[in-house]
Every structure is written in structure tokens, then in C-alpha cells.
């Protein structure tokens, strides 16, 4: 079955870093724009981080600076390097291409915490 998996998440104090990958089952995510999604308590799914096929790179303002996207198309993964976590930062974390037209998958959780 066709599924992206994504990984990386866990709990962190503020000012940690945390590292998540991202991977399709299939060679399909060197075709598409890439993004990562975060979705918090209660709050719609929100479009942090992209990255195009020539690896230019777009952030939100909230992470800008902190959140640097990346994507290797041999490994079919995308990953994103989120460093001076803030506790505003907590969320499930997904990944998938621009506009998000890809399967969903169950994410992973960022909670950053005292």
C-alpha cells in the first residue's frame, strides 16, 4: 500500500532541536513540490515549510530562521530540521506535496515542554 511515514517527532524543552523525516513508499516525491504541515490542538492544518524541485525553499514567518526544509530524491524523504523550538511549536507534524493532494499519513508529534 502506498503510504508516507513520517518520524523524527518527540518531546523537547524549549530552545531544543528535533529532526523529522519524511518517506514515500513509492518514487513519487521527486515529482512534486514538497511541504511540511503542522496541525495543533483544536487549530486547522497549517503549511509551514516548502521546498521546489530546484530546492528553493519558502518558509512562514513563525519558523523562519529556526525550520530549515530539506529533500534528498534518491531516498524519496524530505526533512525537516526545526532548531529553538518554542512551546507554540507543539503540534502533529505531517509532510506532503503542494497542495497536499498526496494520501495523508498519521504524522508525528512534536511536543516541546518544560
Known amino acids: 500500500q502506498v503510504q508516507v511515514v513520517e518520524s523524527g517527532g518527540g518531546l523537547v524543552q524549549p530552545g531544543g532541536s528535533l529532526r523529522l523525516s519524511c518517506a514515500h513508499s513509492?518514487?513519487?516525491?521527486?515529482?512534486?513540490?514538497l511541504a511540511w504541515y503542522r496541525q495543533a490542538p483544536g487549530k486547522q492544518r497549517l503549511m509551514v515549510a516548502t521546498?521546489?524541485?530546484?530546492?528553493?525553499?519558502v518558509y512562514v514567518d513563525a519558523v523562519k530562521g529556526r525550520f530549515t526544509i530539506s529533500r534528498d530524491n534518491q531516498k524519496n524523504t524530505v526533512y525537516l530540521q526545526m532548531n529553538n523550538l518554542k512551546p507554540e511549536d507543539t503540534a502533529l507534524y505531517y509532510c506532503?506535496?503542494?497542495?497536499?493532494?498526496?494520501?495523508w499519513g498519521q504524522g508525528t508529534q512534536v511536543t516541546v515542554s518544560s
Open positions: 513509492e518514487s513519487i516525491f521527486r515529482i512534486y513540490p
Open positions: 506532503n506535496n503542494v497542495p497536499g493532494t498526496l494520501p
Open positions: 521546498i521546489d524541485l530546484n530546492g528553493y525553499t
